[in-house]
């Protein structure tokens, strides 16, 4: 979090959360289009919303990255309970896998990382399209940095393995 962006919010300055959102919202949406492209508008409006209702208190966060996507990730949970999914679609997040050279390659891949725990889905969601360190990772699932990077190497080694077959 920049010092003005600090500053401003130590002083309940709105401005601050124009900065927050000039220097986030891309990143943020982009996280949640791969999860939930028919939602993603909708998800990134509560997320600021929500976060606006305590913009007083984000002068505490220590990691405003991790927090924002921790917001957007639970706001996305509850749209997913709400619709009683058990799983969450993987087809657009498969779309924007670039390196994917064929129509044949991609079906592999999608089924792949269909293969995986919802979990394992989760994180790499987390760290490919969100772009986070695994120390930003556990802060928004509320596991250890360890358990992150295993959970990774493991859903990696998994997809490796699945795709090649």
């Known amino acids: 979090m920049s010092d003005e962006i600090k ?9 601050a ?11 943020l949406y982009k996280f949640i289009y791969v999860r ?17 209702k305590k913009k007083t208190s984000l002068a505490k966060v220590k990691n405003l990255r991790a ?7 639970n706001e996305l ?3 997913m309970r709400k619709r009683k999914k058990s799983e969450h679609k993987l087809d657009l997040y ?9 129509e044949k ?30 120390n930003e990772i556990s802060e928004v699932l509320s596991i250890s940095q360890n358990t992150a990077a ?7 080694n998994k997809l490796k393995e699945l795709f090649k077959r």
């Open 7 to 15: 500053r401003l919010l130590a002083r309940g300055d709105i401005k």
């Open 17 to 27: 959360l124009e900065l927050i959102y000039d220097e986030y919202s891309k990143e």
């Open 36 to 52: 939930s492209p028919e939602d993603a508008e909708d998800i990134l409006q509560k997320t600021f919303l929500k976060i606006a």
């Open 67 to 73: 927090y924002l996507v921790t917001v957007a990730l």
């Open 77 to 79: 949970r509850d749209l």
């Open 94 to 102: 498969m779309q924007s896998i670039d390196h994917v050279s064929s």
């Open 105 to 134: 390659d991609f079906s592999k891949l999608h089924e792949s990382l269909k293969a995986l725990p919802a979990d394992q889905q989760e994180l790499i969601s987390l760290k490919v399209f969100a772009g986070l360190k695994f």
């Open 150 to 156: 295993s959970r990774y190497r493991y859903a990696l």
